[in-house]
Structure formats: C-alpha cells, structure tokens
C-alpha cells in the first residue's frame, strides 16, 4: 500500500531493478519506490513510502518509461508538454526520501499534453513521445 499524494496516472516497473516502481501523478512529481523498504515485507497492506521524489514537471505527469538499456534512467511525459530525462542514481543519498529537481534533459518540443512515452529496445537511447497535439515524436534523449 503506498500513499501517492495525488491521483496515480501512470506507472513503470524497473525491467533491471525489479523491486523498484516509478509512478507519476496529479501532485506533478514522479516517485520512485524501492519495495524492499515495506514495513511489512511484501503483504500486500504492509506501508511503503517513496525513497525518491522527482520534482519539475508543472502539471501532471501522464506517462512513465524506464529506459530499456540504463537501468537509472526514466522518462516521463506530463501535462506540460514536456518529457524530462532523469537518471534517479543522481538523487543525493538521503535517510529519509530524496529530492531531485535537475532532469539530466528537458525536451518541451511537443505543443499539447504528452501523455506517453517508450524507450526503443534496440536502439539505446531512442526515445518516441506522443501527444494530444497529433504528433509522435521519435528523438535522440542524451542521458
């Protein structure tokens, strides 16, 4: 069980860290949770809270993809018109929950809400995003 803050609009499972969930929402943050911190190991009401906030986006945050070939790397698409690019390994080591606010790329070329992404399996690096705006935009996202 997990408190969000906000409705959950998308989420991600991690394909190289399988205990670890990316979900975005209407707070417009991404968080990240390492389900190896539940209280109560995996019983499904056993509380787990966010070892990482990913803050920036201005509205939000629609869709969520964890790169096919980094295994720290996730996009997200938001409300926006935006993707940010965010490599979670670069939050500072916190006891608590920690906050990164710098994406490693901000890519805003999109003139509608994005409301999903996908990461290439054979292309590393290759990500396409679409939006309301009719478009799907194929791009190279420098992490």
């Known amino acids: 069980m997990m408190s969000v ?11 190289y860290r399988p ?14 949770w390492d389900m190896r911190k539940s209280a109560g190991g995996m019983a499904a ?6 070892s990482t906030v ?5 509205y939000a945050v629609r869709g969520l993809a964890w790169s096919t070939h980094q295994p720290s790397i996730l996009a997200s698409a938001s409300y926006d ?7 979670v390994d670069d939050a500072p ?15 805003p070329m999109h003139k509608e809400f994005v409301v999903g992404v996908a990461w290439s399996l054979f292309e590393p690096g290759l990500l396409a995003s679409t939006s309301w705006d009719t478009e799907t935009h194929v791009w190279p996202a420098a992490a």
């Open 54 to 58: 990913l803050v920036g986006h201005q």
């Open 5 to 15: 803050g906000g409705e959950v609009l998308s989420l991600d499972w991690n394909k």
């Open 93 to 107: 080591p916190s006891h608590q929950v920690s906050v990164l606010n710098t994406p490693r790329m901000v890519y």
């Open 81 to 87: 018109m935006s993707v940010r690019i965010w490599n």
């Open 19 to 32: 205990m670890t969930l990316a979900t975005g929402s209407t707070d417009r943050a991404v968080k990240v």
């Open 45 to 50: 009401a056993a509380p787990v809270t966010e």
